[in-house]
């Protein structure tokens, strides 16, 4: 596989780190034990006959039965992958896990960051803006952590003592730059481990020239199969090629409608007036939510309304403490048969984070979103979200709107010049607002809440999750009240400490507090 790559950074250094020994003989021995009259077919088996092997494999392939394909996966070390292929294509799906190196806690270093396939007049704009982003997160950080440090001794009083102000000096400063980093171009290199199944990797090669970062993704994708074909050459078999860019819905989409790059400054006015302030808008929901759930609780226990009414059961099904598995650690709810009864009620939100905010959102992956295709979103009039404590210093506040300008003029510019919106994109910071429509079912919502409802969240999910959990409250109000963090759901369940997080303990006592009262201070 030929690399057309063409970036001029440090290219993308993909390493198969775990797999299964003999994934392709596993695939025909799982697909053969199907219809198996002498029990389980063994890898040597399998593979006794290569024609036979090969016929299975492809028959099952070419008919959709990939079931099999799933039992074997593929752990990858990635590093030099930009944040915007992880966005845009890596997450963007249910199906993998990772686990990478987190910009709210380790600090961005200086020229951390891919330049696309660009002239050399282009290139040295975007490398100019690209280090003004980096100077100016560092700035930031500096600017912000006197600020972060009053918040955090003000929640932490007690750490002041001795050498408090020392200790604690690193988590203030994790506090600052996590709030400098909106700055930091969404070119920003990332490394991580990440995992997936054989067909979400035939998934990945398939669609790995698709919108937004075509090149980026085909060049990591490819080194993914690659590394595969190396591991169990017999990948090959049943491999397909790249669908063709042109042949994608959203490239097809933009070619018919010609005015949407025009338009976008009249889709963001109609998209934040309908959201009326908030950062998350409860648009649709089921309209017997709070009955279908009662009775989905009724039916797994076997009884009728006369035995369990709808409110009895909503909180049978909702309080901790009679559902005991909701302040467990591990996630239970997916495996015990009357938690499941949550699935049932849904809610559909509208919604606007920045894209450093998304990047985590999206890694809950059981609330799927209708995300954009970023090239659209490459106006001439600056579009990002300011976070908490920079609009409260106006050194930091200046610092941040002037970066702002500059990458947009900068993003203006290159595109003026031919650089393809694909590559003008890189240049977009964390900051860029991104505006999308999110829906979910309530297990997997509860599951959410618990998680971003914690003061320790990052603070623009923590707001959406707000938002979410109050407008429920208001349509289900038998439902919107339970939709709490985890140490209300700890400590209504007793469980014991009330607070899972230990050291990272917020300084605030929220499960005290109703839902109404929640207030974030840093």
Not at 62 to 91: K, Y
Not at 296 to 309: I, W
Not at 322 to 341: F, P, V, Y
Request: glycine share 4%; with cysteine; charged share 25%.
């Amino acid at each position: 596989m030929p690399s057309s790559f063409g970036f001029s950074s440090p290219p993308p250094e993909v390493h198969l780190v775990h797999a299964f020994d003999r994934p392709y003989e596993n695939v025909v021995a799982t697909a053969r034990t199907c219809y198996s009259a002498k029990g389980i077919i063994t890898e040597d088996q399998a593979s006794s006959k290569p024609e036979r092997r090969d016929a299975i494999a492809k028959s099952i392939y070419d008919a959709g039965h990939h079931t099999t394909f799933q039992h074997a996966h593929f752990q990858f070390s990635l590093e030099n992958v930009s944040r915007q292929f992880l966005w845009t294509f890596l997450h963007s799906h249910p199906f993998y896990n990772s686990e990478q190196v987190s910009q709210r806690y380790v600090e961005v270093k200086k020229g951390n960051f891919a330049v696309p396939p660009m002239g050399p007049a282009e290139r040295d704009i975007y490398e100019r803006t690209a280090r003004r982003q980096q100077e100016a997160y560092s700035r930031l950080t500096e600017l912000l952590t006197p600020l972060a440090a009053e918040r955090y001794f003000g929640l932490f009083p007690g750490r002041t003592r001795g050498d408090g102000r020392m200790r604690f000096s690193g988590a203030v400063q994790k506090r600052a730059q996590e709030l400098a980093r909106y700055v930091l171009p969404v070119a920003t290199f990332s490394y991580l481990y990440h995992t997936v199944s054989g067909v979400t990797l035939f998934r990945y090669w398939r669609l790995c020239e698709s919108m937004d970062a075509p090149a980026e993704q085909r060049e990591v994708v490819g080194q993914m199969v690659a590394e595969v074909l190396r591991h169990d050459p017999l990948y090959e078999t049943v491999l397909q090629d790249p669908m063709p860019l042109e042949e994608t819905p959203e490239y097809a989409a933009f070619r018919a409608l010609p005015r949407v790059r025009s338009s976008g400054r009249a889709f963001r006015e109609e998209f934040d007036r309908e959201l009326a302030g908030r950062v998350s808008r409860l648009v649709d929901w089921k309209a017997n939510n709070e009955e279908i759930l009662a009775s989905a609780v009724r039916e797994v226990l076997g009884v009728p309304r006369a035995e369990l009414s709808d409110d009895d059961a909503i909180r049978m099904v909702l309080d901790p403490s009679q559902n005991r598995i909701l302040g467990e650690t591990l996630t239970l709810t997916t495996h015990d048969k009357l938690s499941r009864a949550l699935f049932h009620p849904s809610y559909t939100f509208r919604k606007k984070l920045s894209h450093t905010a998304d990047s985590q959102d999206q890694r809950h992956r059981m609330t799927p979103a209708s995300r954009p295709s970023l090239p659209a979103y490459l106006s001439e009039e600056p579009d990002y979200i300011v976070p908490m404590l920079v609009a409260d210093m106006s050194e930091a506040e200046d610092l941040y709107r002037r970066t702002m300008e500059e990458t947009w003029t900068a993003v203006s510019e290159l595109r003026a010049r031919g650089v393809a919106d694909e590559f003008a994109a890189y240049l977009l910071p964390n900051a860029v607002a991104i505006r999308f429509t999110e829906s979910a079912d309530l297990l997997n919502l509860h599951h959410k809440c618990a998680m971003r409802l914690c003061y320790n969240a990052q603070e623009e999910i923590w707001r959406a999750s707000l938002d979410e959990a109050t407008q429920i409250r208001e349509v289900n109000p038998r439902i919107g009240p339970w939709l709490l963090p985890p140490c209300t759901l700890r400590h209504l369940a007793e469980v014991r400490p009330v607070c899972p997080e230990g050291e990272r303990f917020c300084g605030v006592v929220v499960w005290k507090k109703d839902q109404s009262e929640y207030v974030r201070a840093l």
